[in-house]
């Protein structure tokens, strides 16, 4: 029988513009701000891994033994496609919370905003998924890319976090770049305001519609992109943000989106000290930042790596890190995983629609389980 490949990474990272793969651990950091000091200093030839949702809370960052980039999107194994390992029976096992109390959550955030200074909360919900016999992420990681629209798909080894964490993979397939560094030029592409897309073509064509012209999700973009001018002109010269969002659209969802490109003041300003000046954007947590932190403390289960971000930064500084969403832990073992979508809650928020938001968000991975 074929075993699993010997070239199976312990990260990837695939994106139609270049991706990378790596294998082995040379050394590992749970503190950000020590990788970046090894990266500046020519000690490692690249960090790759996954910093958490909450940034008091460890990173999981490793110096991998062996790297392969390449020019475009990976291209998974035979062996996940239809060799023995693609092979993948999972059930849900949890929902976190119940679907009732999401809503009345939503509810409750709606009130909270129209009462305080507030101004948008991302509230996201969770469900557990059971595997037998066990998965493996990677198997999870070729259906990802296989079904994305732009081949995306990332795995990350969440052993450096310690604890809990020991032993975890976090698999998704993000559409959104939190920040992009290749030689000065700086870029990112954040994502808020979203609506479900529809199977019949015209029916999508006026979601699109509706959303382009949404002064609610307008708004809520709005958030996203001027905390990201505010976070990169210190930083960048020549930084050039549209006035207007564009489309952007996956399979199963429609994104407001605005590409967003400058040049760094600083050339020694690495990829993953520009993550670390930009995350949490409103787009996966709020705004202001440290209000909709504390809502998302007291409401939710810990989200730990789930709205993070996700990438690679080398020697050179260059690198990128997408937005930890469309995603799932894989705890060791490969017994049992945990999946969450959110959505950003605004004053004017319907909470039944913001509810069948996050389940369309995620029909990304659970089409890629088979639920």
Request: aromatic share 4%; glycine share 8%.
């Amino acid at each position: 029988m074929c075993s699993r490949p010997t070239t199976a990474p312990d990260f990837l990272l695939s994106r139609v513009d270049g991706s990378v793969r790596t294998q082995g651990s040379i050394d590992q950091f749970s503190d950000p701000e020590e990788a970046v000091s090894a990266l500046r200093g020519g000690k490692v030839e690249m960090v790759v891994g996954a910093l958490p949702f909450l940034r008091s809370d460890p990173a999981a960052l490793t110096v991998p033994r062996h790297i392969i980039r390449e020019s475009g999107p990976l291209e998974p194994h035979s062996y996940y496609r239809m060799g023995p390992g693609s092979q993948l029976h999972a059930q849900v096992s949890g929902l976190d919370p119940r679907p009732e109390e999401h809503v009345e959550r939503i509810r409750s955030a709606v009130a909270t905003i129209q009462r305080t200074r507030l101004e948008k909360v991302v509230l996201a919900r969770a469900v557990d998924i059971a595997f037998d016999p066990p998965v493996d992420p990677l198997l999870v990681a070729a259906r990802l890319i296989d079904h994305s629209t732009h081949r995306d798909g990332f795995i990350a080894d969440l052993s450096p976090a310690g604890g809990r964490f020991e032993g975890s993979m976090l698999v998704g397939a993000s559409p959104e770049v939190l920040i992009r560094r290749q030689g000065t030029r700086v870029s990112a592409y954040p994502l808020a305001g979203s609506a479900p897309r529809h199977p019949d073509r015209d029916r999508d064509a006026l979601v699109c519609h509706q959303l382009q012209t949404s002064a609610k999700d307008l708004g809520e973009h709005a958030f996203v992109v001027e905390h990201m001018r505010q976070a990169l002109s210190p930083l960048c010269e020549d930084l050039r943000i549209p006035r207007h969002p564009e489309l952007m659209k996956t399979s199963e969802m429609w994104h407001l989106a605005t590409p967003i490109e400058g040049t760094l003041r600083d050339s020694r300003t690495t990829a993953l000290e520009l993550a670390l000046a930009v995350h949490p954007t409103p787009a996966i947590c709020g705004t202001p930042t440290e209000a909709a932190e504390e809502i998302i403390r007291t409401a939710e289960t810990a989200r730990g790596f789930y709205a993070g971000a996700v990438g690679w930064c080398d020697a050179q500084g260059d690198g990128q890190y997408m937005v930890a969403i469309r995603c799932a832990e894989v705890y060791r073992g490969g017994h049992a995983a945990r999946a969450w979508a959110g959505g950003g809650i605004v004053a004017d928020s319907d909470p039944q629609a913001e509810f069948e938001e996050t389940s369309a968000k995620l029909r990304t991975i659970m089409t890629a389980l088979g639920l």
